[in-house]
C-alpha cells in the first residue's frame, strides 16, 4: 500500500504540467468560458455567482460531457468542443430568457410548449429579450479565435505527436468524476429531495449550477414519458390515503345560493389587484371592476397558481382545483388524462359548458385540452370575424360582442350553460396604445396665478409620472380591458342574459412586470421627475415579499339581482376557487387539492415553487426564509416545518395525479 501511494506521488512529481498546459489550450478555453457563462448567468437572475457549489457541480459536468473529446483526432476535436459550447451558450441564452419572463429556469419537457412562443413572438421581443441575453454570446466566439490562432501554430500536429489519448480521456473522466463526489458529499438531504422533485428550480441553479439542473431536468422529463412504468403503485398508495384522510368541505350560508343559475366566467388576461387600487388624477383605472367588486363577493387576497403554462395553467387550476405539472404545461404534456372539474360536475346538472377564446385553437392546444376539461365547445379564431385587433388579435370588445350573440344562441338552444370568456387583448407588451383610448397617467395639478389684468387664472401643470413606462402602459391597456367588460355586461343585460346569471372575474395571472416600474409608482418625486432616494422617510421599499404579495390578482362573483358587498381577505388560491364556487352551484369535487374558502379564516395557498402563503406569512422556499406579514402575529416552532409538509404533499400528489392519471385509473377499479 506505501509503495502505491509512493509511485502516485513520484507520478505526480514527474508529470509534465507545462506541457499538458501547452497542448490543451482549446479544451482549457472551453472549460473556463463555459463555467464564466454558468456564473454569468447566476449573476443576472439569481444572483448567486461567487457560491462554490454551484461552480463545483458546474466544473464536474463540463469535465465529465468534455473528457469525451480526446476520443478524436486533435484536429477534429474543435468541432466537438464548439458543438457544446453553442450547447452551453443556447442554455444560458434560454435560461435568461426564460427567467425574466417566468422568474423560474427553463425545462426540456417545455420544448412542445416554446413552439406556442410563435404566436406570442413579439411580446417576447418587446417585452423578454434583453440585451444581457447577448452577452453568452461570447463563448463561442472566444472558441472560434482561440481555435484559429492555434491552427496558423500547427498546434493540433504538435498534439497529435506529444499526446496520451487514452490516459487523458480517462484522467479527466475520473477528476470529473472525483469533483462530482467531492460536490454531492456536500449536499444536504433537502437539497436531495429537491433535487428529485424538480419543482423549486431556482434553489437547484443556486446549488448545482445550471447545467446539473438540465441534465437532471433532462432525466426528469424522460421519466415523464415512462411513468406509467414505475412508481405506480406507491403514487396510488398515497393519492387513496389522501384523500380518504381529506375532510370534506362542510355547508354553509353560501351553500346552494347560485344553484340552477348561468355562469359566466371571465377569464381576465394579466390583470392585478394594483389596477384595481390605483387611481390617476382623480380616475380609477378599473372603474367597472370596482363597482363590481363593491357589490358582489369580492376576494381580495387571491393568487394565481401558474407555473410555466401561465394562462393555461390558471385555467387547469381553476377547473380542477389541482396544481400544474413541474415541469412543461398540463395543456400540452398531459392533456388526455382524466380530470375531475367543475364543468363537468355541471353537466351533471343539466348545464352546457362552453369556452370562447379568439385565438387559434392550437394555442396551448386548447382545441384538445378544453374538451378533456369538460367543456361541450370550444368557440376559437375561426368562428370570430376579426374586424378589430389590438396586441395580439381580436379585441376584447370586438370579442364580447359577438361572443354575446353566441350565448344567446346558446340559451335559446340548450337552456343553462357555465360559459368561459378568455380575454386577450390585456396580453404583454400593452404597447398598442392609441388603440386603448385616452387614459393619462400622469399627475396634473391646478396653480392659480394672477395675470397682467390682475385677474386669477387657472393653469395646469402636468408631471410625467408613469407615462411612457411598461407599467403606466399597462395601466392604460387595463383600462381599456375594464371598459371592455363594462360594455359585456351592457350587451348581456340587453340580450336578457343577466337575469339568471353570475358572473365570475378572475385574473389569469399578474402582468409580469419588473421591480423597477413599481419602485416609480410608489416612489415618484415630481420635482425631480425621478424616484426618491433609498435614505428618503416616505421611500416604499419594493423587496422580494413586495413583489410576490403584489401580484395577487382579482376574483369577484356578481350577480344583477343581489348585491353581496362582501370583501373576503382570507389568503386564497385559484385552486380555491373550485370547491368555494361548487358549494354556490350546489355540486362538489371528490378530488380537490383547494378549500371552500367560506368554511376558513385562514388557508395555506400553495405555489407550484414550493412557497406558500397564509395570512400571516409568506415563505420563499428558494431561500428557506420567511416573513411575518401581520407583526401581531406570534409564529409556533413546528409552523413552517408543518406548512412545508402540508406545502410538499400537495405538489406531490397533484404531479401523481396528473402524471399516473390516477383519477380514471381509480374509477376503473372501482368500475370492476
Not at 121 to 131: E, M, P, R, S, T
Not at 432 to 449: A, R
Not at 471 to 495: M, P, Q, R
Not at 648 to 657: G, V, Y
Request: with cysteine; hydrophobic share 35%; charged share 25%.
Amino acid at each position: 500500500m506505501k509503495s502505491k501511494i509512493n509511485n502516485l506521488i513520484k507520478k505526480i512529481k514527474e508529470f509534465n504540467y507545462k506541457e499538458y498546459a501547452s497542448t490543451n489550450i482549446l479544451f482549457f478555453t472551453f472549460i473556463i468560458t463555459s463555467l464564466i457563462n454558468g456564473m454569468l448567468l447566476r449573476f443576472l437572475t439569481v444572483h448567486n455567482y461567487f457560491a462554490i457549489k454551484p461552480i463545483l457541480a458546474d466544473l464536474a459536468l463540463i469535465l465529465l460531457i468534455g473528457s469525451f473529446v480526446y476520443l478524436f483526432k486533435p484536429r477534429n476535436r474543435f468541432k466537438y468542443l464548439i458543438i457544446l459550447s453553442i450547447l452551453f451558450t443556447a442554455i444560458c441564452v434560454i435560461n435568461s430568457l426564460y427567467y425574466t419572463y417566468y422568474m423560474s429556469f427553463a425545462s426540456f419537457s417545455l420544448i412542445a410548449v416554446s413552439l406556442t412562443v410563435v404566436d406570442v413572438g413579439d411580446a417576447v421581443i418587446k417585452n423578454v429579450l434583453q440585451i444581457k441575453d447577448f452577452l453568452f454570446l461570447w463563448q463561442p466566439i472566444v472558441l472560434i479565435i482561440v481555435h484559429s490562432r492555434l491552427k496558423k501554430k500547427d498546434y493540433y500536429n504538435k498534439v497529435a505527436k506529444s499526446e496520451n489519448k487514452k490516459k487523458r480521456f480517462t484522467g479527466t473522466l475520473i477528476s470529473g468524476l472525483v469533483i462530482y463526489a467531492l460536490f454531492f458529499l456536500t449536499v444536504t438531504s433537502v437539497e436531495y429531495s429537491r433535487l428529485s422533485k424538480q419543482w423549486n428550480r431556482e434553489f437547484l441553479v443556486t446549488r448545482f449550477g445550471v447545467y446539473t439542473y438540465q441534465l437532471n431536468d433532462l432525466f426528469k422529463s424522460l421519466d415523464a414519458k415512462f411513468n406509467t412504468l414505475f412508481g405506480y403503485d406507491n403514487a396510488a398508495k398515497e393519492f387513496r390515503e389522501f384523500y380518504n384522510d381529506k375532510e370534506e368541505s362542510k355547508e354553509n350560508e353560501y351553500t346552494n345560493i347560485f344553484e340552477g343559475k348561468n355562469v359566466i366566467a371571465i377569464h381576465a388576461e394579466s390583470i392585478q389587484n394594483v389596477a384595481l387600487n390605483t387611481s390617476f388624477n382623480g380616475e380609477e383605472v378599473t372603474p367597472t371592476l370596482n363597482k363590481l367588486r363593491n357589490e358582489g363577493i369580492y376576494f381580495s387576497n387571491y393568487y394565481a397558481q401558474a407555473s410555466s403554462g401561465t394562462s393555461s395553467d390558471t385555467e387547469f387550476t381553476f377547473a380542477t382545483s389541482l396544481l400544474p405539472v413541474t415541469n412543461g404545461a398540463v395543456s400540452i404534456s398531459y392533456w388526455d388524462r382524466e380530470y375531475e372539474t367543475l364543468y363537468k360536475l355541471l353537466k351533471e346538472k343539466g348545464y352546457r359548458t362552453i369556452s370562447m377564446h379568439a385565438n387559434t385553437g392550437s394555442f396551448w392546444n386548447r382545441i384538445n385540452f378544453h374538451n378533456s376539461l369538460g367543456y361541450d365547445k370550444f368557440y376559437s379564431k375561426k368562428d370570430y370575424e376579426i374586424d378589430e385587433e389590438i396586441g395580439l388579435g381580436l379585441s376584447d370588445k370586438s370579442f364580447f360582442k359577438q361572443s354575446v350573440a353566441k350565448l344567446k344562441q346558446e340559451y335559446d338552444e340548450n337552456g343553462k350553460f357555465y360559459a368561459t370568456l378568455i380575454m386577450l387583448s390585456n396580453h404583454t407588451p400593452f404597447d398598442d396604445l392609441d388603440k386603448y383610448g385616452e387614459f393619462d397617467v400622469d399627475i396634473k395639478e391646478e396653480i392659480k396665478t394672477i395675470n397682467e389684468n390682475n385677474e386669477e387664472v387657472t393653469e395646469i401643470i402636468s408631471y410625467p409620472y408613469m407615462e411612457e413606462t411598461k407599467l403606466g402602459n399597462y395601466f392604460k391597456s387595463v383600462h381599456y380591458a375594464d371598459s371592455a367588460i363594462g360594455e359585456l355586461i351592457t350587451e348581456l343585460d340587453n340580450n336578457g342574459l343577466l337575469d339568471n346569471t353570475i358572473l365570475v372575474i378572475y385574473g389569469d395571472h399578474d402582468a409580469k412586470l419588473s421591480k423597477s416600474d413599481y419602485i416609480r409608482l410608489y416612489n415618484y418625486d415630481k420635482e425631480t421627475d425621478d424616484v426618491l432616494d433609498k435614505d428618503d422617510e416616505n421611500y416604499v421599499n419594493i423587496d422580494y415579499y413586495w413583489y410576490e404579495l403584489n401580484r395577487s390578482v382579482p376574483f369577484i362573483i356578481w350577480s344583477k339581482n343581489e348585491q353581496f358587498s362582501k370583501n373576503i381577505n382570507t389568503a386564497m388560491g385559484m385552486y380555491d376557487a373550485g370547491p368555494t364556487l361548487a358549494n354556490m352551484l350546489g355540486v362538489k369535487y371528490k378530488y380537490n387539492l383547494g378549500n371552500d374558502i367560506m368554511n376558513l379564516n385562514d388557508n395555506i395557498v400553495v405555489f407550484p415553487n414550493g412557497n406558500w402563503l397564509t395570512n400571516n406569512i409568506y415563505y420563499n422556499s428558494q431561500k428557506d426564509q420567511y416573513k411575518i406579514l401581520n407583526t401581531e402575529y406570534i409564529i409556533d416552532n413546528d409552523e413552517i416545518s408543518r406548512n412545508n409538509e402540508y406545502a410538499s404533499k400537495r405538489l406531490s400528489i397533484s404531479n401523481d395525479i396528473i402524471k399516473y392519471d390516477l383519477i380514471k385509473t381509480e374509477k376503473d377499479k372501482l368500475e370492476k
